[in-house]
């Protein structure tokens, strides 16, 4: 049983506010198999580098319900489907993954005192990628009862995440 309904996804991808991110991320969080630290992403990834479309585009439907707000999931998608020559679902999926982004940037500005919200640690790689940025290093904060991941860039800039959510679950793992 998928956390969040096909009707509640669209409804967030018309208007991807804050508060419908944090609602949807609520419900994956308390999904049993909400997993932010699966490697189904890097199996997936893995598939599209060695051109297993057909395979991809099998395994997405099996994974989605617990990946549906990370972008990544869609970009993947958007290339299997591209390259089987679907235009259509690799568009939507592009959308979707967008919408997904838009979500995760409606949570804060990436700053110190407004972090960006995540489901998922890749939540923050795909933001960075969308922004044409890369992490010259990461570091785990404790702000305040939040757990953020701020990244450093060679600039000097920072941009700070909120991982929470998938921080809760990783320590409940390592106390079972």
Not at 39 to 67: C, G, Y
């Amino acid at each position: 049983m998928p956390a969040i309904s096909r009707d509640e996804f669209l409804s967030f991808l018309q208007n991807p506010t804050r508060d419908s991110y944090i609602r949807l991320a609520d419900m994956m969080a308390a999904a049993p198999d909400y997993d932010p630290y699966s490697n189904e992403l890097a199996s997936l990834e893995h598939l599209i580098e060695t051109q297993q479309f057909a395979d991809v585009m099998k395994q997405i439907p099996e994974v989605m319900s617990r990946w549906v707000l990370n972008p990544r999931i869609h970009m993947i998608g958007s290339m299997a489907a591209s390259r089987m020559g679907d235009e259509t679902t690799a568009k939507m999926e592009g959308m979707i993954a967008l919408g997904c982004i838009r979500g995760i940037e409606a949570t804060g500005d990436g700053s110190r005192q407004q972090p960006f919200v995540v489901t998922y640690p890749a939540d923050e790689f795909d933001l960075m990628m969308s922004r044409d940025k890369e992490a010259k290093g990461q570091m785990m904060v404790d702000e305040g009862g939040k757990v953020c991941d701020v990244m450093r860039f060679e600039d000097g800039s920072e941009m700070w995440f909120d991982i929470s959510r998938p921080y809760t679950v990783l320590q409940k793992r390592k106390e079972t």
